[in-house]
């Protein structure tokens, strides 16, 4: 469950500073008549006589006359600092029977390190999906299920938060979990590479959609590819990150001095500030203060660029320059100038575009500003491929002819009415005026800020307009972004000016392997000594030449085309590096067999060289060898790195890399992952998670393995039988069946 004020407050806090959905605490107006629901109009239920219009029965919109807006004003919410230094916020509400708050942090992926871009957003995911230190993430949803609560985190540019929605009945429940969440996340490495692998699979779908490209494009260009603002994550920079970053990352921002906390709904403000100081009362942890964020260097790229992109059949675009902030002096009038240039299908771009040149289009202007650094002006859209230079230069038009008159009056009215339309349906409730007062303070804004911007929005004049429109519309410095088929424009694109081509290739994904040190070498040495002793010790595990796996799988029923399928399957196993799979499918019957360096495939169809992804998924399996893997401190060209106290990240020369996290009670491997190679796609995250131990010639099995992927259940495996050493020849096992 979760109000509609925590949705805003997570906009607002997280999302405020995307450029590529940016929010603005006034959000701009694409079409002023489908605002008008606001109160009744005079002279209706209020004794007030006809219009000579409306008794006449032509009554025109015009006619309309609405009451006065009325003045936005934060409530008077309570505000404490409690002993800790952390900032407590309540507002009663009880209108219903419900409880909600949200931690604002001072943190971001604006102080992201630039080999670990991506930090922050892993943060932000895993603190709720990796649990915390004695409740995992299911158990926690759990929880949350059985009392109908909701609890998110999110980290964004310039803010994190963490936010809980509750009846009220079980506010005090929620509230412990919350603290726990807050002060203890688990940060489990299996939810860690989960969400590694969701971010792995943006980067490489990054250039799907034309329209993301030329307003991504667009940003890193203005704010520059070498600021924080315009860092990309790549597979690198996630790959990076160790669940030891996160530990770290978490250590530093979250302490009680840089936390504002906000409470509201149904309770006592005197009974829920004696709570919360109680419950937060042995948060101590203290830190030097955040660093500022990084200032944005007005990086011009003015001209045109091209974002070549064959597979999309119409052009996309964004067209503009750096923009400012909301504590401006000028906000107000360029949001009424962006409004009537883009604010809509009467605004003079669409009307150019459709009525004058019969150009079907969807533009839109905005002058976004941001609440910690400049946002941007922003003219974006799309046209059919052969009108792109036309409607550019249509553009580029527009944005002359307003810096050399007045607007019209009813330009300027209507613009005006929509934004202060806008940010009054926004404001108009208690609880959204807290939420918008809290991130202001959040950012330093004076508490007279939402009404001065709301006498701003009314004040400004048609010179004004004119004024503003001269002194911040640059056409000569307009970064013109083209995401196109370039064969399919009417007009070539230089027409326009001298065109630079934009590399959109994403560099290649490698084996993503932890950073180590000798400190982490060693210990990841003895993590997996101790693993061996539980095993049975190094010397027995030494001593199997080879092992035969009879095994049941049962496909998971969600899993497509093959769900409910039950799949017979031996592997066997002869040192140091022959390896064989045999599997009976609802197709047929399935053989994989390498010798470490060559291999066959044999299917239904017929047999063939073992190459490609079945290649490299069988030496990814023959890397993970249950008896190789735990004695990886014994082979040539492996390195065992500590990725935490009780996991380990195993790698080779030839690039094969798995992470196996260690139960910290038996020292037994709990779960092994890693990625599985996928015919013309990104790797799939995966894992192996071990159970039901039993002993086969001195050693502890595990007899049943449950197969994830992709972040969801693929198969259970039940071992049916396992035998060791029985003395079998490799030469037998590489022929292939009849």
């Known amino acids: ?244 970053d996160l530990r770290a990352f978490h250590r530093r921002y979250f302490f009680p001095a840089n936390v504002m906390l906000s409470v509201w709904g149904d309770f006592n403000t005197a009974e829920m500030k004696a709570s919360v100081e109680k419950l937060f009362a042995d948060w101590t942890v203290q830190q030097p203060p955040v660093p500022e964020f990084a200032k944005v260097r007005n990086v011009a790229s003015p001209g045109v660029f091209l974002a070549e992109k064959k597979d999309t059949p119409q052009t996309f675009f964004t067209i503009g320059h750096l923009g400012g902030q909301r504590d401006g002096k000028d906000y107000a009038a360029l949001e009424i100038l962006s409004g009537i240039l883009g604010g809509g299908s009467q605004s003079r771009i669409a009307d150019r575009l459709r009525t004058k040149l019969g150009i079907p289009n969807d533009v839109s202007a905005t002058w976004n500003a941001g609440y910690a650094y400049p946002g941007l002006f922003e003219i974006s859209g799309s046209t059919r491929s052969v009108s792109t230079v036309e409607t550019i230069q249509a553009i580029q038009q527009e944005i002359d002819r307003i810096r050399t008159a007045e607007v019209t009056e009813d330009e300027w009215r209507n613009a005006r009415d929509a934004a202060g339309n806008s940010l009054a349906f926004t404001h108009d409730s208690r609880s959204k005026l807290f939420a918008s007062q809290m991130i202001l303070d959040y950012y330093g804004y004076p508490k007279d800020y939402l009404p001065e911007y709301q006498k701003a929005l009314e004040s400004v004049t048609r010179a004004d307009v004119l004024r503003v429109a001269k002194q911040y519309l640059n056409p000569a410095n307009l970064t013109v972004v083209v995401a196109a088929n370039s064969t ?120 063939g060289a073992l190459v490609g992804v079945q290649r490299s998924q069988v030496f990814g399996d023959l890397f993970r060898v249950y008896y190789r893997l735990l004695l990886s401190d014994r082979l040539e060209g492996r390195s065992v790195n500590a990725t935490d106290d009780s996991s380990v990240q195993i790698t080779d020369t030839t690039g094969q890399v798995t992470s196996v996290e260690f139960d910290p009670r038996t020292h037994l491997p709990k779960r092994v992952s890693y990625d599985t190679p996928q015919a013309g796609g990104a790797p799939i995250y995966s894992e192996d998670v071990y159970d039901d131990f039993r002993d086969v010639g001195g050693i502890k099995v595990p007899f049943k393995i449950t197969i994830n992927q992709g972040g969801g259940k693929f198969a259970d495996l039940v071992v049916k039988d396992y035998k060791l050493n029985t003395g079998l020849n490799p030469l037998e096992i590489g022929r292939r069946p009849q």
């Open 488 to 607: 399919m424009f009417g007009e070539p694109l230089e027409k326009l000016g001298a065109v630079s081509k934009l590399d959109l290739a994403i560099p290649e994904a490698q084996p993503r392997v932890t950073e180590s040190s000798d400190a982490s070498l060693a210990e990841g040495k003895q993590i997996l000594l101790k693993a061996q002793a539980a095993a049975g010790g190094a010397e027995r595990l030494a001593a199997v030449k080879d092992y035969t796996m009879l095994a049941e799988y049962l496909i998971d029923a969600a899993v497509a085309n093959i769900g409910g399928s039950k799949i017979l399957q031996t592997d066997i196993w002869v040192a140091p590096t022959t390896f064989r799979q045999d599997a009976t499918l609802p197709a047929g019957h399935i053989t994989m067999y390498t010798d470490g360096k060559a291999g066959w495939i044999s299917t239904p169809q017929g047999w």
């Open 1 to 244: 469950m979760r109000t509609f004020l925590g949705i805003l407050l997570l906009a607002a806090a997280a999302g405020a500073q995307s450029r590529a959905n940016p929010v603005s605490g006034a959000p701009k107006t694409k079409n002023p008549a489908s605002r008008a629901t606001a109160p009744a109009p005079a002279g209706r239920g209020r004794g007030t006589a006809p219009t000579p219009a409306a008794a006449s029965g032509a009554l025109s919109p015009k006619d309309l006359k609405y009451p006065p807006r009325g003045a936005l004003q934060a409530p008077n919410s309570a505000t404490f600092t409690l002993p800790n230094g952390m900032k407590l916020y309540l507002l009663e509400d009880h209108d219903l029977p419900l409880v909600s708050g949200i931690a604002l942090v001072r943190t971001g992926s604006l102080l992201d390190p630039p080999q670990r871009v991506g930090l922050a957003q892993l943060a932000g995911i895993t603190m709720r999906t990796g649990g915390t230190t004695v409740k995992t993430g299911e158990q926690i949803d759990t929880l949350l299920d059985n009392v109908a609560s909701n609890m998110e985190s999110v980290i964004g540019d310039s803010a994190g938060t963490l936010s809980f929605a509750a009846l009220k009945e079980h506010a005090a429940a929620t509230l412990q979990l919350f603290k726990e969440v807050l002060t203890q996340p688990g940060f489990r490495q299996d939810k860690i590479e989960l969400a590694k692998s969701q971010l792995r699979g943006a980067v490489s779908h990054r250039n799907d959609n034309a329209r993301v490209i030329a307003r991504r494009e667009f940003a890193n260009l203005i704010y520059g590819k070498n600021a924080p603002f315009g860092w990309q994550q790549e597979y690198a920079t996630i790959d990076r990150v160790s669940r030891n």
